[in-house]
């Protein structure tokens, strides 16, 4: 599944989006005279992306056919009327609790059928019928309940604005369209809807210049720059734009108005240290919705986050944040999940430390959707500024993920993924101490006590429980052992390969169908179960057996890490013996994560 507008739409409607955007003379152009301009706000010391923002996006209503909800065809839910409406329910009901961005996706400048509107300059145009009184009207609006407003765009230069190369560009003498594209007109973005923009002539920043400075003008405090790449699922030169969102951070310095940049949708790992330094947020997955007939589903794809998000949360802080997508948890049935799914589905975005925007109808939400959605202490946990929470066990069916707060307090997340009820149990040592801990359920406002070592829940199909968990204990002592010693054994195709990421500066890789790395005098003072660390490389998820002693293995899924050389670690029980001990990590048929070291604990 692929995101946003082009890529959903019927195929009648996108040949027609195509063909519209290729021909000449089909797209309405608003003269200079009527386009809404005002003078520049005056710059603010607001802080943008201190903390993950929360609010309201239109576009899952826009993307669901729940009926209803788009009377006039696929995606005419997006109106003037459905924003200050949606605007108003955000202010009455969310407002207080920390909701703020109304955000406007997709489609303000396309007419019922998707015909596009520029103005003279190749800008986007709201289109007078979905937004009749015009952007900076609407924006006007939000402000005027203490909310902030913001919009969209794909990125490049959209063939309709194109024309015959000879609009002229905003505020730049001698520029025109013409001049900030390549001469072979090759496309970009995640749905070549585009003409890739040619930043080696500075024509191109300035229309990237006038379109910040049209977006200030109107008001405007956040912008989702959408089909990114390389990621929205294309590779190469053509979908590389990065250049995009660095001439976007540039421009929005000088438009006269702070605005938060997010990058959409599932961006390539490779190029975070970009995403980092010129946005405020990035997308690390395909949409959440499911383009069905409710607004998501668990399948297709609220469970794909998991999986996706463990190498990004190590990225993540004051500044910019790594986006999940919207949070679905409000409407009951239209939301399209069970009680279960909807905490569960909001304790991973709370933890992961994504921002907290909802696609729910807000006139509608019920009892239980308004409690997810306006928990003090869960957005507290998603709004602290701490790191974000990452798995400290396997990506098993039943995992645990936690973090460490400043106050030295654990946020400890028990999550059952599989498809029937299961037992989950979070031992304090994947958290660094031994003993006691005292114990508060978050989401049921309840203090459980003491617990000795480790807690354990039962829970449904797709459960969860939210914790604070406070040390009363030690710091747990290790034992470390690294894969690459001497006194190990490899088997099959295993071999010691450098790695400037690991600890030693070396691991052990090449291990598939049959390679294994044995790690012999693993010495422990009492037989017992132990959560050994494991240290590990992996570009995408792979699975892996471990075993002690030569007895029967247990297989576990190791998440990304993102790429080659990155380390990441998590914890695996391993039954070790009094005394000396061999662990193995075996391939198996299929292909492993290349490992760093193991610590094992001094005590089980």
Request: glycine fraction near 10%; proline fraction near 5%.
């Amino acid at each position: 599944m692929r995101s946003s507008w082009y890529s959903v739409m019927p195929a009648r409607t996108l040949r027609a989006v195509v063909v519209l955007a290729l021909t000449a003379g089909v797209t309405a152009v608003v003269p200079a005279a009527q386009a809404e301009t005002a003078p520049p706000p005056a710059a603010t010391n607001t802080t943008v992306a201190a903390k993950p923002y929360m609010g309201w996006t239109s576009w899952t209503m826009q993307s669901s056919k729940y009926p209803g909800l788009n009377p006039k065809g696929d995606y005419s839910y997006l109106s003037e009327a459905n924003v200050i409406k949606q605007t108003d329910a955000m202010a009455a009901k969310l407002k207080k609790y920390g909701y703020e961005y109304v955000n406007i996706d997709a489609g303000w400048w396309m007419d019922w059928s998707w015909k596009p509107r520029f103005d003279e300059y190749g800008r986007q145009q709201a289109d007078p019928e979905r937004f009749p009184s015009g952007m900076k009207a609407v924006a006007d609006h939000i402000h005027a309940k203490g909310l902030k407003a913001g919009i969209y765009l794909p990125v490049g230069l959209e063939k309709g604005a194109y024309g015959d190369g000879g609009n002229p560009v905003w505020n730049a003498d001698g520029c025109t369209t013409g001049d900030i594209v390549h001469d072979d007109l090759r496309t970009t973005n995640g749905w070549d809807s585009a003409y890739k923009i040619d930043f080696s002539n500075p024509c191109a920043q300035k229309y990237i210049d006038s379109q910040a400075r049209m977006f200030a003008d109107w008001g405007y405090d956040f912008l989702k720059l959408d089909g990114v790449g390389p990621g929205s699922f294309k590779s190469g030169d053509n979908y590389d734009n990065v250049a995009d969102v660095a001439a976007w951070q540039q421009a929005i310095r000088t438009a006269g108005r702070p605005i938060h940049l997010e990058l959409s949708w599932s961006l390539d790992y490779g190029h975070v240290a970009d995403w980092k330094k010129y946005s405020n947020g990035w997308r690390i997955d395909t949409d959440v919705e499911c383009y069905c007939n409710t607004l998501v589903t668990w399948e297709n794809s609220v469970d794909d986050r998991w999986d996706d998000a463990p190498a990004w949360t190590g990225h993540a802080g004051p500044g910019g944040w790594s986006d999940l997508d919207s949070l679905n948890v409000g409407n009951g049935d239209m939301d399209g999940l069970t009680k279960a799914e909807r905490q569960s589905y909001a304790t991973l975005w709370a933890i992961a430390k994504s921002p907290l925007f909802t696609g729910d109808d807000l006139t509608r939400l019920d009892s239980y959707g308004l409690k997810l959605l306006t928990d003090r202490e869960v957005i507290a946990i998603n709004q602290s500024g701490a790191p974000p929470a990452e798995p400290v066990t396997a990506s098993d069916p039943q995992q645990v993920w936690a973090a460490k707060n400043p106050n030295g307090t654990y946020t400890v997340a028990l999550f059952n993924l599989s498809d029937a009820p299961a037992a989950v149990t979070a031992n304090w040592s994947t958290l660094g101490f031994k003993g006691k801990a005292t114990v508060r359920d978050v989401w049921n406002k309840e203090n459980l006590g003491g617990h000795t070592d480790r807690i354990t829940q039962a829970l449904p199909a797709h459960g969860s429980r939210l914790f604070t968990v406070t040390p009363r204990g030690t710091a747990l002592a290790r034992t470390a052992h690294e894969a690459e010693s001497a006194g190990n054994t490899l088997s099959g195709n295993a071999s010691v390969a450098d790695c400037s990421a690991c600890s030693g500066g070396r691991k052990v890789g090449n291990l598939y169908t049959g390679g294994k790395v044995t790690f012999n005098d693993v010495v422990v003072a009492k037989a017992g179960t132990y959560q050994i660390e494991v240290a590990y490389v992996s570009g995408d998820s792979r699975s892996i057996l471990v075993s002690a002693n030569g007895r029967g293995a247990t297989s576990h899924i190791f998440a990304s890490t993102g790429d080659w050389s990155t380390v990441n670690s998590v914890h695996v029980p391993v039954k070790l013996k009094a005394g000396a001990n061999t662990v193995t990590f075996d391939s198996g048929s299929g292909y492993a994560p290349d490992i760093d070291r193991i610590d094992v604990p001094k005590s089980s």
